[in-house]
C-alpha cells in the first residue's frame, strides 16, 4: 500500500507538471490572441486528477482534515474507536462513491459525452472518480488493518 501511496504521489506531481505547462500555454496561446477552446476543459480535466490523486496517500495515513482539538482530548481508547470508525465508514463510503463513479464514468463514454468546449470526450475527466476513490478504500482498508493489528 505504501508503494501505491508513492505512485500515487509521483502521477499528482507529473499531472501537476502538466498542469503548469498547459496552463503556461494557455496564457502565452490567449496573449497571442489564439482561441483553443478546449484548452479550459484540460486545464480542469488535471486540476481535478491531482486533487483526488493527491486524496489517495492521505487516507493511507489518516491525513484528511480532522478536528484534532476534539481528537487528541479524547481518552486513547476512545480516539481508537473513533478512527476504527472513520476507517470502517471511508472504506464503505469510498467504494460505493467509486461504484457510482463507475456507472457514471461508463454511461458518459456509451453515449460518447463530451466536455463543455465539446472537442474532448468526458470519460476520461470521470475516470478519476472511480479509481481514485477505489484506490482510497484500499488505502482505508490499508489503515484499519493497521489499525487492528496496533490494537493487539
Known sequence: ????????????????AFLIVATTAAV?????????????????MLLV?????????????????????VHLGMPRAVRKVVDIAVAVLGVGLCAFTAKIGYDSMRQAFEY?????????????????IPLCFALMALAYLAHLVKLLRCSR
Open 28 to 44: 502565452i496561446v490567449y496573449q497571442l490572441g489564439i482561441a483553443l477552446p478546449w484548452t479550459d476543459d484540460v486545464l480542469r
Open 112 to 128: 460518447g459525452e463530451r466536455l463543455s468546449s465539446g472537442y474532448l470526450p468526458a470519460w476520461p475527466r470521470d475516470l478519476v
Open 49 to 69: 486528477w491531482l486533487v483526488y490523486l493527491g486524496a489517495v496517500p492521505l487516507c493511507l495515513h489518516n491525513d484528511h482534515i480532522s478536528m484534532d482539538a
Open 1 to 16: 500500500m505504501q508503494r501505491l501511496a508513492a505512485v500515487c504521489d509521483q502521477i499528482a506531481a507529473l499531472v501537476c
